[in-house]
């Protein structure tokens, strides 16, 4: 079955500085979205990638998804204390329309002031 | 513009106990789903649903949980007589359609079974 690998588990990083989460799938991904979620709290969605090359941008977080859909990044620029968080990707269990999730295990970002 | 909403937010339940979980999806969702998050674990699917209908029930252990999504009113998840090993944090999430949509998700609920 697919899983979901997210490298590296944790991460701590000092305030200005760049940072890369990778997401790395067993099959190929129809979709692949990366949720925030701060401790005790609901997922935040940050953004979804379908196609093969595909990279998309909010702030200073980018994602990009490789030409061979199995393996995606999220780049954060000039990281702040708001960045702090468990950082989830998620792709769908089929092949992509099944409606259900599964996600890698998190990364957990610190960052210090 | 209201997101989705869970409540309660936090539950404390004994063992034996029935815990009721609610949902309300996005304002013009129809589609709900329910995940759980193990203590150490990962955000693990359970149930899908749609207004009247569950879609797919792959996740959901065989005994003691249902879901359901009534025509009106919040979606339900039940789970009867709790074992301490049912103490989680549930998530809801809504899509507006089933087809590659975002999912977009509730603050959860955290459930205690003493």
């Known amino acids: 079955s697919q899983e979901l690998e997210q490298s590296p588990q944790s991460l701590i990083v000092q305030e200005g500085k760049n940072l890369t989460i990778n997401c790395t799938s067993s099959k190929t991904l129809y979709g692949l979205y990366w949720y925030k979620q701060k401790y005790g709290e609901g997922l935040i969605f940050l953004m979804m990638?379908?196609?093969?090359?595909e990279e998309k941008s909010h702030e200073k977080i980018t994602a990009k998804l490789d030409e061979k859909k199995q393996q995606s990044s999220l780049h954060i620029t000039a990281s702040q204390p708001s960045h702090a968080g468990i950082y989830l990707c998620?792709?769908?269990?089929?092949?992509?329309?099944?409606?259900?999730?599964?996600f890698g295990q998190g990364t957990t970002l610190q960052v210090k002031p | 513009n209201a997101g989705v909403m869970q409540n309660p937010r936090h539950l404390v339940r004994r063992r034996g106990q029935e815990a009721r979980l609610r949902c309300s999806p996005m304002k013009g969702h129809s589609h709900v789903y329910w995940y759980r998050q193990l203590p150490e674990e990962g955000l693990k699917f359970m149930v899908y649903l749609q207004k009247e209908n569950i879609i797919d029930e792959s996740g959901m252990p065989k005994e003691r949980f249902s879901a359901e999504f009534p025509k009106e009113g919040p979606s339900i998840l039940r789970i009867q007589q709790v074992v301490r090993g049912d103490s989680a944090a549930y998530f809801c999430?809504?899509?507006?359609?089933?087809?590659?949509?975002?999912?977009?998700f509730g603050p959860g609920t955290r459930l205690l079974v003493l």
């Open positions: 990638l379908q196609k093969g090359g």
């Open positions: 999430a809504s899509s507006f359609s089933g087809l590659q949509e975002t999912q977009y």
């Open positions: 998620g792709a769908d269990k089929g092949s992509g329309n099944t409606g259900k999730l599964i």
